[in-house]
């Protein structure tokens, strides 16, 4: 049974050209094209405050290879109104695409600017079934409710992160859901499928497919995940 979540909702703020110095993104994803709006430089973002309370960085701020990878993968998948979260969603290409192919669709983050570019990424593209919300992994919220298809990208950086999401995903996936993942051979994967054994959880690694960070050839490997 899915529980229906209780959404932040976020709506497109008017000043988003005044508060950030905008740029654009072109995507295409199985066959159609996406214009992402994002902030032009993630290092004008970086706050000293918030780096010294918890090393957050802003890297929500770019559409990184990871998350084309899995848009693609994503678009393969048959929606027909069933549920979807994204955890870290950034600028939004990821849960565009699952609205898209007809998900109801929960994009979540750690940054409310995330959710705002997202917010209005989604209304450029006249997406109606994008909701957001306001996350943070180590104080999960207990209302967030279960999901037929939870996806993440890129989002093992440090080794914390594999615990965390590992969690995210045991409790966010009912028995019968779909868990995706897509790494660009950061070093805590392995980490990660250690981590969702301990939570009853199987990932596998589906795919490697090669991919390109500006002129640098990279591998990104999309996992599946599912109850054991």
């Known amino acids: 049974m899915h529980v229906r979540p209780q959404v932040q909702r976020v709506q497109p703020p008017e000043t988003l050209c005044r508060r950030f110095d905008l740029a654009r993104t072109e995507v295409v994803v199985a066959g159609r094209r996406y214009d992402m709006l994002r902030p032009r430089c993630i290092d004008a973002l970086i706050s000293e405050e918030d780096f010294a309370l918890d090393e957050r960085i802003p ?86 409710g279960t999901f037929d298809l939870v996806a993440a990208s890129d989002v093992l950086y440090e080794l914390p992160q594999a615990a965390l999401v590992a969690e995210a995903l045991a409790r966010t996936m009912s028995p019968d859901s779909l868990g995706l993942l897509s790494d660009p051979g950061r070093r805590f994967a392995a980490s990660f499928i250690e981590e969702c054994d301990k939570r009853g959880l199987a990932a596998v690694c589906a795919q490697r497919l090669p991919a390109t960070d500006g002129d640098s050839p990279l591998t990104v490997s999309v996992f599946e995940i599912r109850h054991a």
């Open 59 to 144: 890297y929500w701020a770019e559409c990184w290879p990871s998350s084309r990878v899995l848009a693609e993968h994503v678009a393969r998948q048959q929606g027909r109104g069933r549920s979807f979260l994204e955890l870290g969603c950034g600028i939004g290409l990821v849960s565009l695409v699952a609205a898209d192919v007809g998900f109801r669709v929960l994009a979540s983050d750690y940054y409310a600017d995330a959710l705002e570019f997202t917010a209005a990424n989604a209304q450029r593209h006249a997406l109606r079934r994008v909701d957001t919300r306001l996350v943070d992994w180590r104080k999960l919220p207990s209302d967030l």
